[in-house]
């Protein structure tokens, strides 16, 4: 039975989940599967389902929810989005729960107007229209504003899923502020490459797997 459902669910693993997901499958009171990712909360298979967890809500709800789970459940906090299954033939009912870091709850709430950036040991509330750029860099989220360089716990991915279409994903290290782009035009090898309003000139790269998409946001 756990082959039959891991089967069923291996093309969706694999299309859709990302790297930093942990995916449980459940059946019954306890775990039947359990595949790591980069945020691994260590459910063993066998383990009984414990109480506040997503594979038990969804027990309860018989219906797909998202929410966060503290601590206290698995030691560990995750943002988990789990599934009810079913197979008519065997009458087999369990959960599919993708475990996922808890900063991807941010990208399942609305567009955010203001974000905090850090300095040392300060926290800033930041207007997010007076953000001119966002950068990932060595593993870490930068918040550029003409004032000054901040940083974010947030990755790029969920910033892009919270950021209005004020912003655009030109680079897989960049995201900009679509009204601090003085300019865009080609370098010396002919790639394009944008310029923001800024106290110094600055040029950031469009990479050629977002060209397409930067050319038909602005439209040119």
Known sequence: MENAIIRQFSKFIEDWVPKEASIAI????????????????????????????????????????????????????????????????????????????????????????????????????????RIVYFESYQKKTFIYTEEGCYTSKYPLKTLEQRLSENFIRIHRSYIVNIAYISQISRNISSNLEVTLYMQENTLLPISQSYVQKVRSMLGF
Do not use: C
Not at 42 to 47: E, P, S, T
Not at 72 to 85: C, D, I, R
Not at 87 to 99: K, M, Q, R
Not at 109 to 116: A, E, G, Q, R
């Open 26 to 129: 459940a059946g019954g009171n306890k775990y039947i599967s359990y595949i790591p990712g980069n945020h691994d909360i260590r459910i063993k298979r066998g383990q009984t389902i414990p109480s506040g967890s997503i594979t038990e809500r969804v027990y309860l709800h018989k219906q797909k929810i998202e929410s966060l789970v503290d601590k206290s459940v698995f030691g560990t906090p995750y943002f988990g989005v789990g599934y009810p299954l079913e197979e008519p033939e065997t009458g087999f009912t369990g959960a599919l729960t993708v475990i996922l870091p808890p900063e991807y709850s941010m990208g399942a709430s609305s567009t955010i107007s203001f974000i905090v950036g850090r300095q040392d040991d300060i926290w800033i509330p930041l207007s997010v229209d």
